[in-house]
T-cell receptor, first 112, second 116 residues
């Protein structure tokens, strides 16, 4: 039973346009959400996070939106750049616990 | 480089052999985590330490797996009597809830294990 779901295995976007990556979760106890980016042969790199008390967090070109009632979050990248091409993982945690629960990832391709 | 480091980066072994991996966390981080990632999946949690204490273990961590963090610094993950199903990327991460507002975990490059 997957608690964190990324239903789109891949996404292709033109350079300069917006990339929107989506993530759904089922566990209402999750109170902290993170996005990681992963290049081949490297470990995941932390990108941006959001607490359940907020509905938006922005860091440069990256914005994460959280809709708790829908148990949905999304990552917006504007403008998209070819260097953003990677696999993006959504992760969630319960603050009192140590582990992160990851989705299966979405492979983003940004075409020049 | 002061990030998380893992050794070795690649390990090929025969079924039935024992393997041991090492992780060196970011120096001021007191939490250390092990995850496993297989093709097409996200990382799956195995276990984590706060200082030298192992606080949580996943049901994925069978009795053939053991992890230690003897002095609260580096950690080792040992797999005994390896099976082909153990082939995966083993990722280590560290964090410091005392310093960070939230529990961002920082990952190492991983050790890719292939069991023949």
């Amino acid at each position: 039973d997957q608690q964190v779901k990324q239903n789109s295995p891949s996404l292709s976007v033109q350079e300069g346009r917006i990339s929107i990556l989506n993530c759904d979760y089922t566990n209402s106890m999750f109170d902290y959400f993170l996005w990681y980016k992963k290049y081949p042969a490297e470990g995941p790199t932390f990108l941006i996070s959001i607490s359940s008390i907020k509905d938006k967090n922005e860091d440069g070109r990256f914005t994460v939106f959280l809709n708790k009632s829908a148990k949905h979050l999304s990552l917006h990248i504007v403008p998209s750049q070819p260097g953003d091409s990677a696999v993006y993982f959504c992760a969630a945690s319960v603050r009192s616990q140590g582990n992160l629960i990851f989705g299966k990832g979405t492979k983003l391709s940004v075409k020049p | 480089d002061t990030g998380v480091s893992q050794d070795p980066r690649h390990k090929i072994t025969k079924r039935g052999q024992n393997v041991t991996f090492r992780c060196d966390p970011i120096s001021e981080h007191n939490r250390l985590y092990w995850y496993r990632q297989t093709l097409g999946q996200g990382p799956e949690f195995l276990t984590y330490f706060q200082n030298e204490a192992q606080l949580e273990k996943s049901r994925l961590l069978s009795d053939r797996f053991s992890a230690e963090r003897p002095k609260g610094s580096f950690s080792t993950l040992e797999i005994q009597r390896t099976e082909q199903g153990d082939s995966a990327m083993y990722l280590c991460a560290s964090s410091s809830p005392g310093l960070a507002v939230h529990n961002e975990q920082f990952f190492g490059p991983g050790t890719r294990l292939t069991v023949l």
